[in-house]
Structure formats: C-alpha cells, structure tokens
C-alpha cells in the first residue's frame, strides 16, 4: 500500500506534463501549420479573428451580408471588416499598406482594384504578403486542383522564384475571350438589300451605303456608319481592321513567330492596315470622334433619340453603345471577322487578369491563414461559387428546369437567376464579384437565359452565340501578355520600354489615319523613331520572360 502512493503519484504528475505540453505549443508550434491540425474553427468555442479589407458597393453592407455570416459560421470566422468605397479603392489599399496598420486579409474585386504583379514582387520581397504554396497543398485541394487543369491560370499565379504569393480569380468569360467585336445595324442591312459583309472591301461598300442611302429614312445626312471610343472593352476601331492585314492584339502589339517574341506595328503589313482604315476615315465613314470619345460620348451616338443614326459600332459588346433593352438595342449583330489581304483574324485576350485579389499578409495569425484558405477553397467548389457569387437560392438563383435552355448548346444546365424587381430592397445576400473566383467556361456554359436574344433576359446568349463568329479565328499562338511575369530586377525598365513605345505606337496610327502624316512620306521616320524607344532592348526582355515562363 506505501509503494501504490507514490506511484499513482508519480503517473499523475506524468500525464499533467502531456497535458500541459498539448495545451501550450511552443513558438515554433504556432509558426508551422500541420495538416492533421486545424484552425480554431474546427473543435473550439472561439472564433478566428480576421482583419479582412475589401471594397464594398453602396448596395452591400459586408458586416451584415448572409454570405458573410454563413462563412463566418462554416469556417468559425470573426470576421473584423475594413470596407472602402469603389471609388478611391486603390488608393486606399497603397495607404493601408504604407501605414503599417494593414489587414490579415486583403480580398479584392480585381476590375475595382488588385495587386498588381509589380505589388506582389514587391511586398513579398518586403515579406509583407506570405506565400501561400504551403497552405495551398494542405488546406485548399480545390485551388491546387483549378492550378493544374488550368495552365495560364497557373502561371498568372507563380512569381518568377516559383512560390505562389496570392490567387487572382479564374474568369473564363467566353464573350470576353474575343473582346475586339463588330456590331452591325441589321435592319438597316435590310432596309437597303445588303447582306452580312464577309471582306474588309464589302464591308466598305455597306458603309458608303448606310452613309448616302438615309437608312434612318429621316430624309436627313446624319447617318454615323462606323464609331468607337478611346476607353477599353474592345471599343477602338483599328484592331478590328487591322486583323485582315497582321495580328493586333490591341494590349502590346506583340506576337509570336515560331516562338520568336516579335512587333507588329513596324511590319509593312500594319502600314497597309493603317491605309485601309484610313481610307475610310477620309470618306467620312468613320466617327472623327471615334479616337478621341469617352464611353458616355460613343453611347449618346447609339441612343439618339430623334433617330437611329449609327450603323456599326466597336465593342465587346453592344450595350456599351447602347441602352439594353432600347429598340435600338435589338437591332445590332455581330460582324464575323472579315477576311482581309493576310486572313481574318480575332483578337484573343484570356479573360481573367494577372495579379491577385487574394492576399494574406503577415499580420495573419496561423489559425487566420488556415481559416482564410480554407474559405477561398470554398469559393473553388461549384456550391460555393454559386453561393458566394450569386446568393441564396430561391431569391437570387433557381435550380434549372426542365424547360430551360443553357447558353452553350449541349452544356449541363447549372442555374438561372431570379432578376431583382424594380424598387426591390437589395438583398445583401452575396459577395457578388468580389467572390468570383472559379468560374471556368463549363461553368459558364451552364447558365440559363432566355431564347430571345434580342430581350435583355437572353443577352448572355445572344453573347455567346456572337462569339461562336470569333472563336479560335486568332493565331495558333498569341503572345500570352496575361502570363508573363517580367524578371524584378528588369520589371521597372520594361515598364517604362512598354508605355513609351506603345503611346508613341497609338499616337502615330492617329496621326497616319487622320493625316496628321504621310503613310508614304513618313513611314521610314516612324519605324526609326521606333527602334529608337529601345525596341530591341523591349523585345529582349519579352523573349526572355515568356522563355522562363513557358518553355521550361
């Protein structure tokens, strides 16, 4: 009975010590994430503290968002919200950042604001954002999986030392793939007898037409056949042109010969196109405001009140020129891609943008990293997406019917979204594009929409059915300007290389087209001026980012 006491004793004192070495990890414990570990959302009565920043719509309160609170609950987050207005969202970010008193979490609407490519080397040098390579193969099966299958996607998101530093969102919008589109007034084609032009010189031909004919029938000259704008989304009238003569990719003008990084604005070809569009601009064909007009001043054109007066119009889509739902709207289609002296091609761009609307910083604790990379995992499935991005189901989404049609012929039908009723309260039920981050075509594809592409309840089809006209009409291979990281130590001098040479590049094609030079007289001065921003040094470092990024 003595030897018992002390024994029991000393197995007391035994257990106390497991017990108190599993209840206070070491430093280094709580630095080193473990996979048979989880957050403190998983097994735990307190919540993961997150400081998150995210930009926030005057029709959505984050803090009290359904979406917010459901993640919050699934993940056992406490989310602390640092929300900013669109406007003046960037700037912003750079205080947050500058001050020193920045979040855990950044997650961004990349159209709003993102962290550039240049932001990520930068604050990952600093050791301000954490890679999140780590994490990714422990926590989140469904972003490593989306970084397999999807080569660019991959790429957009490997720094140049290999590590991943944050996720940007995978969009494969396909109207958005083919951005440089054409839209022609159809009933005016009928008015007149004309058909769908097929070649850049038909296309001519129907201009003049729609500029002399009155095919408003208003007896009055005020036709605009052809106009655009300076802004983006496919709205700039030479690329499209352009595409009969040389490739245009209307972001670097670069392309791809036999693996060769090369100029296209420097190729007599380019000289030809520009002689073209010129042609038409001097017979008045073209809107002398479509090179300097901003977005609002191209869509008064398309909605003018006291008669239709445009006749085609550039864009990624029309309702960039025009009201949805206006009768003007119904009657523009899409123009194929018109087969010019060299083809006829389409300008391709992938939809989803380089840089990263995912970021965590080393404010995060690791419970916050694992509990937000879990969350973005989420967002990776298929039940995620559609709730994060377009809310609850039965108010802002139905599951499809048996009568729906997808927008993609022999696509698996995934949804149909219920519109908000004018005057209707805002629902605050999702995180709407600052969720979107898995999308890819299939998915895409899925969506229901009505068949009457001309009613704005079938827009998306009437979208998808336009692009079919574009797709795969670009180049075997397109220099992937989305993908490419430039090196750090050469990213400030290419920066530099590229706006230069692409502002004089656009200045000069003004000047060429409206006259302002001679495409005869000047030309050789052009290309000289041109080598003389440094082109061989731009091409150079060109070649060599692509090399490392896809010729390993």
């Known amino acids: 009975m003595k030897k018992t006491v002390p024994f029991l004793m000393i197995m007391l004192l035994a257990i106390s010590l497991v017990l108190a070495a599993c209840s206070s990890p070491t430093d280094s414990d709580k630095n080193t994430p473990d996979a048979k570990d989880s957050p403190k959302a998983v097994g735990s009565n307190s919540s993961v503290a997150i400081k998150i920043f995210a930009q926030q719509d005057a029709n ?234 901003n977005a609002a001043a191209f869509k008064k054109i398309g909605d003018n009140a006291e008669a239709q007066i445009l006749g ?24 194929p891609p018109l087969a010019g002296p060299n083809g006829a091609y389409a300008t391709y761009n992938y939809p989803s943008d380089p840089g990263a609307t995912f970021v965590l910083t080393n404010k995060a604790s690791k419970d916050a990293q694992i509990a937000a990379i879990k969350l973005v995992d989420y967002l990776f499935t298929q039940e995620g997406q559609i709730r994060g991005h377009f809310g609850e189901e039965g108010k802002d989404w139905r599951k499809p019917k048996d009568t729906d049609v997808p927008v993609e012929k022999g696509a698996a039908s995934i949804l149909a979204t219920i519109p908000t009723l004018t005057g209707e309260t805002p629902h605050n039920s999702s995180w709407s594009p600052m969720a979107q981050y898995f999308q890819p075509k299939a998915f895409r594809d899925g969506w229901i929409a009505a068949t009457d592409i001309y009613d704005t309840t079938g ?55 409206t006259g302002s030079k001679d495409l005869n007289k000047d030309w050789d001065a052009y290309v000289t001026g041109l080598n003389k921003l440094n082109l061989k040094r731009y091409l150079e470092i060109m070649q060599q980012s692509y090399d490392k990024s896809f010729k390993k």
């Open 60 to 293: 959505t309160d984050l803090a009290t968002n359904s979406f917010s609170k459901l993640v919050e609950e699934k993940f056992n987050i406490k989310f602390q919200w640092q929300t900013v207005p669109f406007d003046g969202a960037a700037e912003k970010r750079q205080i947050s950042l500058a001050s020193g008193d920045y979040p855990d979490l950044y997650m961004l609407i990349p159209w709003v604001d993102k962290f550039s490519q240049t932001d990520i080397l930068r604050y990952s040098q600093q050791g301000v954002i954490l890679p999140l390579d780590d994490l990714i193969n422990k926590y989140a099966p469904n972003v490593k999986a989306a970084l397999d299958k999807f080569p660019y996607f991959k790429a957009m998101n490997t720094a140049p030392d290999g590590k991943i530093y944050g996720l940007t969102q995978l969009i494969e919008c396909y109207h958005c793939s083919y951005p440089n589109k054409m839209w022609i007034n159809s009933s005016w084609l009928k008015k007149l007898n004309l058909q769908m032009p097929k070649t850049l010189d038909e296309y001519k031909q129907v201009l003049q037409a729609f500029k002399s004919k009155d095919p408003n029938g208003n007896g009055k000259a005020d036709e605009v056949p052809l106009s655009g704008s300076i802004e983006d989304y496919g709205v700039h009238i030479i690329p499209y042109f352009m595409n009969g003569f040389i490739y245009n990719d209307d972001k670097t003008y670069l392309f791809l010969n036999n693996g060769k990084v090369d100029m296209a604005a420097n190729k007599a070809e380019w000289k030809q196109g520009l002689q073209f569009v010129k042609s038409m601009y001097d017979e008045g064909l073209i809107d002398k405001g479509a090179f300097t007009q």
């Open 312 to 335: 085609a119009g550039a864009g990624m889509h029309p309702y960039i020129f025009v009201t949805g739902g206006s009768d003007n709207s119904k009657t523009y289609d899409a123009v």
């Open 459 to 513: 827009y998306e089809r009437r979208l998808q059915e336009a692009t079919h006209l574009y797709d795969s009409k670009q180049p075997k291979d397109v220099f992937p300007h989305w993908a490419i990281w430039i090196d750090p130590t050469t990213a400030d001098e290419a920066a530099m290389l590229k706006t230069n040479i692409k502002n004089y590049i656009d200045q000069n094609a003004l000047q060429f087209v």
